[in-house]
């Protein structure tokens, strides 16, 4: 081999070699940078990945399979057994002795199954309306969670500027204490605005770990994969009490299962009252197998045999249905008044929600304006410390401004930026609820799967 050659495997081994250092970094770098998530996205895994949600959805195949139990019962149904003998019959049974038998039978005929089957209609819209309300009440979760934590990490960024802000203050009164020119008390007020602010920090981070850890259970994500996209939480609709309203999906399941036991009680008193009728029809195939029976007939016992006819029950006295009828008429009376309860609850908390709304639009509106203000103060002091008061030097002029009225103008513009967003997102998590409470929930969510 040349040197030429040497030089050239060489480089070619350490471009291959760099080549997959690269191809191994970019294959772990996603577990090592906190990937953004859609608002969109965590409200459709957490949706999918809600116990609630899953628990309605097992209800609503349990109603389905009730439902087609009671229209089934008009269906005719096919039955078949056999009785083939272990041991050799002795004497007469009784019963004509069958190798198989094959039996039809359905209800023709019968007021209270109507009852039955208009129940269990209702039973399953109740559920079918109780998934949607799940389903909206998990959406509500996951995007307040997410936007809480969107605008913790807004405010996050500003702590950390208010901690640089803060570590320069007290840079500047630790000069200004060694050189006489402010007590000792003004470092020690500084040194407390920093430990405040550090404080603060802490419990927005303490918090903005247990939303991720939050929306992480309730989306099956990994809780470091968390970070929110501002640009994908659409604008909430400015909503009041006194706008439209429709039913929410969980009134609408109470009132939906009131009726449906309301059904079910009227078919359990019709059943004690109304006769219902029932066809049968039955194919025996007899046998002389291991038995005697023809020793007990004139005749010859036939191989097959076929009867069919219409049965009609007509109730005199069953004292278990009657007792059956008093129990679901007081269950149907217990979920009219459940409804009727939610339904009152519902208009309350719609009022206590417009009522609140209305003081968080003016606590948030109070908080912008001290935000203004903040910062035009924060103008006002950088330019007179960059211009002078222009009040010159006489003995009555006030005096000239410091370096530590930057910091301190600074700190404040920040912590009312903090306000600022903790008022905005008390106020959209009220819009939030009371579009809920309102039924327009469904718009909300429609919005946010169209962006």
């Known amino acids: 081999?040349?040197?030429?050659?040497?030089?050239?495997?060489?480089?070619?081994?350490?471009?291959?070699?760099?080549?997959?250092?690269?191809?191994?970094?970019?294959?772990?770098?996603?577990?090592?940078?906190?990937?953004?998530?859609?608002?969109?996205?965590?409200?459709?895994?957490?949706?999918?990945?809600?116990?609630?949600?899953?628990?309605?959805?097992?209800?609503?195949?349990?109603?389905?399979?009730?439902?087609?139990?009671?229209?089934?019962?008009?269906?005719?149904?096919?039955?078949?057994?056999?009785?083939?003998?272990?041991?050799?019959?002795?004497?007469?049974?009784?019963?004509?002795?069958?190798?198989?038998?094959?039996?039809?039978?359905?209800?023709?005929?019968?007021?209270p199954q109507k009852r039955y089957i208009d129940a269990a209609r209702f039973g399953l819209q109740a559920a079918s309306s109780n998934l949607r309300d799940a389903r909206e009440q998990v959406a509500l979760d996951a995007s307040t969670a997410y936007i809480e934590l969107d605008t913790i990490n807004s405010e996050l960024d500003a702590a950390h500027e208010q901690e640089g802000y803060a570590s320069r203050l007290v840079a500047i009164e630790q000069e200004r204490a060694e050189a006489g020119v402010d007590p000792l008390s003004e470092l020690l007020q500084a040194r407390l605005t920093a430990a405040q602010i550090k404080l603060k920090r802490l419990q927005l981070e303490a918090r903005a770990g247990t939303l991720a850890t939050q929306l992480a259970s309730l989306t099956g994500l990994p809780v470091e994969s968390i970070m929110p996209v501002h640009a994908s939480i659409p604008e909430i609709p400015k909503v009041n009490g006194n706008g439209p309203s429709r039913s929410r999906a969980g009134i609408g399941a109470a009132q939906l299962l009131a009726r449906s036991k309301q059904q079910l009680a009227?078919?359990?008193?019709?059943?004690?009252?109304?006769?219902?009728?029932?066809?049968?029809?039955?194919?025996?195939?007899?046998?002389?197998?291991?038995?005697?029976?023809?020793?007990?007939?004139?005749?010859?016992?036939?191989?097959?045999?076929?009867?069919?006819g219409i049965s009609i029950q007509v109730p005199l006295f069953d004292m278990w249905h009657r007792a059956k009828a008093r129990e679901t008429a007081a269950d149907a009376l217990r979920a009219k008044v459940e409804a009727e309860q939610a339904e009152r609850q519902s208009d309350v908390q719609i009022a206590s929600l417009t009522g609140s709304l209305r003081e968080l639009d003016a606590l948030a509106e109070v908080a912008s304006l001290k935000q203004q203000i903040a910062g035009e103060q924060l103008k006002t002091v950088l330019t007179q410390l960059e211009l002078g008061n222009g009040a010159g030097t006489g003995p009555e002029a006030?005096?000239?401004?410091?370096?530590?009225?930057?910091?301190?103008?600074?700190?404040?513009?920040?912590?009312?930026?903090?306000?600022?967003?903790?008022?905005?997102?008390?106020?959209?998590?009220a819009r939030l609820s009371l579009l809920r409470a309102l039924g327009h929930m469904e718009d909300w969510l429609h919005e946010l799967h169209n962006r």
């Open 1 to 111: 081999m040349t040197g030429s050659e040497y030089v050239s495997n060489r480089n070619t081994f350490r471009r291959a070699r760099l080549s997959i250092l690269i191809g191994m970094a970019l294959a772990a770098s996603p577990a090592l940078v906190r990937a953004q998530v859609s608002l969109t996205t965590v409200v459709d895994l957490a949706q999918r990945n809600s116990s609630e949600v899953k628990l309605a959805e097992a209800d609503v195949l349990k109603a389905e399979a009730a439902f087609s139990e009671s229209k089934d019962v008009i269906i005719p149904s096919v039955l078949l057994s056999t009785g083939l003998p272990t041991f050799p019959e002795v004497g007469f049974t009784g019963t004509p002795p069958s190798i198989w038998t094959a039996t039809v039978q359905s209800l023709v005929f019968g007021v």
């Open 398 to 429: 006030p005096p000239q401004l410091s370096p530590k009225a930057e910091q301190l103008a600074r700190i404040d513009e920040r912590q009312k930026l903090e306000d600022a967003l903790d008022a905005g997102f008390d106020l959209d998590k």
């Open 266 to 308: 009227m078919g359990d008193k019709e059943i004690n009252y109304l006769p219902q009728m029932s066809f049968i029809a039955q194919y025996n195939r007899n046998t002389t197998l291991l038995n005697s029976v023809n020793s007990y007939f004139s005749r010859p016992l036939p191989a097959n045999n076929f009867s069919s």
